[in-house]
Nanobody
Framework: VQLQASGGGLVQPGGSLRLSCSAS???????IGWFRQAPGKEREGVSC???????RYGFSVKGRFTISRDNAKNTVYLQMNSLKPDDTGIYYC?????????????????WGQGTLVTVSS
């Protein structure tokens, strides 16, 4: 399966963005995770959603970000509200065919090209 992340851009602190992760094939049986990486920092798990819709969030984004999926469109979304400069980075989506439901990036199989999010005034 091929993934493509989109929806990034430049936004002011406090603003919102919605990222999309579109797949070339059905995502019905996969968990999908969102990860981000800022310059000079390690890759960080942001959120994931299982095949049954169970969600998990990283501590730094809980209450501000919402992950959802539309299986009919083979797409997973990440709604990001109340954005902070620390949210800046390249955001990637990836699949976990074993539905482990973690934010451990090494457990994810297929990765899309990232989309850049910059939060700055």
């Amino acid at each position: 399966v091929q993934l493509q992340a989109s929806g990034g851009g430049l936004v002011q602190p406090g603003g919102s963005l919605r990222l999309s992760c579109s797949a070339s094939d059905s995502l019905n049986y996969y968990s999908i995770g969102w990860f981000r990486q800022a310059p000079g920092k390690e890759r960080e798990g942001v959120s994931c959603i299982s095949d049954t819709g169970r969600t998990r969030y990283g501590f730094s984004v809980k209450g501000r970000f919402t992950i959802s999926r539309d299986n009919a469109k083979n797409t997973v979304y990440l709604q990001m509200n109340s954005l902070k400069p620390d949210d800046t980075g390249i955001y990637y989506c990836a699949t976990d065919q074993y539905n482990r439901g973690t934010l451990i990036w090494t457990q994810y199989d297929f990765w899309g090209q990232g989309t850049l999010v910059t939060v700055s005034s």
